[in-house]
């Protein structure tokens, strides 16, 4: 084997033929080489501060992998407001500073779509042709149909969703994952409200369960599989295969079924921005993770919040009791647009809860050489700023880890460290149906239950970048109907 040459305990020459020394020769060549590739990086004076390592193409990978938000934590605190890692072949440069954002948000020589044309095409198989032809329209549609105005009425749909999926899968007899509440009630309840009732992903129990066990395969492993070939990630591979030929199913039984009271049906809508059969299930695969691989969690982690702050806990249940003081609790009742807009201080547990469990980084790529600061940044560099780290900026938030509602109770969200949904052209266009949803899903769940923990809070998972933080342990509740 190829590493065999290195078991020799000696390099004396006169030990040699010439077969082993021209190999040895070959490699002393090829290694001088890279080295030479490794330190002409850095003959830019001016280019930021930079971390990188001994071997070329990995540099800080390694170092990097083990807890990249911590990592970044320090290079920051080492470097200053701006550096660049290089991590297996990539040259990442952070803006750490929060008043430095408008180089990343407002730069013409910085763009978001070449960032993410890459990771699309892995995720859901569109071609960078489709990507680039499609992408925008899908942007502004999704902004237009799930925009502040046309959202509120969705509410009353999602809420009772909400309302039969809590039947199903809360157990009343014995402790259960809220996670795994979570996901079980909000999966089919979003998907529903979406694309319809009725929808092939979800309708059926067998499917259904398919879904959740194929599902969490996915997203546990999205990071890794909008990177790695799809040989090494076989059963992230056959997830993905299997969500294209469902919703591929999900296009051709639902179209024209417009189910929602507003007449918002997702699949008609991408059928009138796209062209063709062969595209359109694969962006509407793009609008289902969407939809619910970050709003979910996120979900998750602010009923956590207010199960384990008594304080909190007690300010939300009044203000509910408040304003549904005519619930009835019966299998009708839902949440009207109305109703959310009297929920003032369960908003603000929204923002908090995306202040504070936001993604770890997000990036755009220059596309033309820059000037940042000072400093020179090349094309092809990854341009990164973390949403976790500038949401804990104690400039903007006092006591950052503290969950805080009272903070957004003026509801001032224009603060430079707050970055929770992105910025400029491509700002997140589901923002206002993920923030509704989450809504939504703490008020239903308190109108039909009280519980009981069992569990500290769990602690997040710092490994992933992409997205909200998955939590490392199960947090058990016990469950009743309120009376």
């Known amino acids: 084997m190829w590493f065999d040459i290195w078991r020799e305990p000696t390099f004396t020459l006169g030990k040699l033929n010439s077969f082993e020394l021209d190999i040895r020769t070959g490699l002393i060549f090829i290694f001088s080489v890279l080295i030479l590739i490794y330190f002409e990086r850095y003959h830019d004076k001016k280019a930021p501060p930079s971390c990188g390592g001994w071997i070329p193409w990995l540099g800080c990978a390694v170092q990097f992998g083990k807890q990249p938000l911590g990592f970044i934590k320090r290079k920051s605190q080492e470097f200053g407001s701006i550096f660049t ?55 502004d549609m999704v902004k237009g149909r799930l925009g502040p105005v046309r959202v509120g009425p969705l509410g009353s749909t999602l809420s009772g969703q909400l309302n039969q999926q809590f039947d199903k899968h809360i157990d009343l007899t014995e402790p259960q994952d809220l ?29 259904y369960e398919e879904f959740l066990k194929r599902f969490i395969t996915f997203d546990n492993d999205f990071e890794l599989g909008v990177k790695l070939p799809s040989i090494f990630l076989p059963k992230w591979t056959a997830a993905k295969n299997y969500f294209l030929k469902r919703m591929a199913l999900t296009f051709q039984q639902m179209r024209g079924q417009n189910t929602q009271s507003d007449k918002l049906n997702m699949v008609d809508a991408l059928w009138d921005k796209l062209d063709g059969d062969e595209v359109t299930h694969k962006f509407g695969m793009l609008v289902m993770f969407a939809s619910i691989a970050n709003g979910v969690p996120a979900a998750y982690w602010m009923l956590t919040y207010i199960l384990t702050n008594e304080i ?13 003081k005519d619930w009835q609790g019966n299998g009708d009742c839902t949440i009207d647009e109305e109703d ?13 809860t995306i202040r504070l469990r936001s993604e770890g ?72 149906f993920g923030m509704m949803s989450m809504q939504t899903f703490v008020a239903m769940f308190f109108l039909k ?15 992933h970048l992409i997205g909200v933080q998955h939590p490392t342990s199960e947090f058990l509740i016990s469950c009743s109907k309120k009376a």
């Open 312 to 324: 909190v806990r007690e300010k939300v249940l009044k203000e509910i009791n408040d304003v549904f």
């Open 179 to 207: 996670m795994m509440i979570t996901r079980r009630s909000m999966y089919a309840s979003v998907l529903n409200t979406l694309f319809g009732e009725g929808n092939p992903l979800v309708h059926e129990k067998a499917d």
């Open 449 to 463: 239950y009280t519980c009981t923990v069992h569990s500290p809070i769990p602690a997040p998972s710092l490994i």
């Open 361 to 432: 980084i997000i990036g755009r790529k220059v596309v033309k050489d820059t000037q940042i600061k000072g400093y020179n940044v090349a094309a092809g560099t990854m341009l990164m700023i973390s949403p976790y780290w500038s949401h804990r900026d104690e400039r903007y938030f006092t006591e950052p880890e503290m969950f805080k509602p009272e903070r957004w109770e003026n509801s001032n969200t224009d603060i430079p460290g707050f970055v929770a949904f992105g910025g400029g052209r491509y700002q997140c266009p589901g923002r206002w």
């Open 85 to 139: 890692l290089y991590v297996a072949g990539e040259r990442l440069t952070f803006l750490t500073d929060p008043k430095d954002f408008h180089y990343f948000f407002d730069n013409s020589d910085v763009d978001f779509q070449q960032a993410v044309q890459v990771p699309v095409q892995n995720l859901a198989s569109i071609s960078r042709t489709q990507f680039y032809k499609y992408h925008t329209k899908l942007h």
């Open 340 to 352: 959310l807009k009297k929920l003032t201080y369960l908003k603000c547990c929204v923002y908090e």
